[in-house]
């Protein structure tokens, strides 16, 4: 996909500031992108803050495997 606009040259800089395929950077990992990718990279950016379900801890999701192997509220049966 890429922009498609076309318009007169007196509203280009308007519309470079709202396109929805302009370049930007992930404020958290530095990731380059088009502005329509940034909310399902957010969902997947390794570098944001996240909450544990569990005990509510905030963690960068990148640590959410080590975090479950240690969370105190995850609850675990022991077999003997």
């Known amino acids: 996909n890429y922009c498609r606009w076309q318009g007169l040259r007196e509203n280009i800089e308007i519309h470079q500031q709202e396109c929805m395929f302009r370049i930007v950077f992930c404020k958290y ?3 380059k992108m088009t ?3 940034v909310n399902e990279h957010n969902n997947m950016c390794k570098e944001i803050q996240v909450n544990c379900n569990m005990c ?3 963690f960068l999701r990148k640590f959410i495997p080590e975090h479950s192997n240690e969370c105190s509220k995850t609850f675990i049966k022991e077999s003997l």
Request: hydrophobic letters at 20%; one cysteine or more.
């Open 29 to 31: 990992c530095k990731l």
């Open 35 to 37: 502005f329509n990718q």
């Open 56 to 58: 509510n801890k905030q």
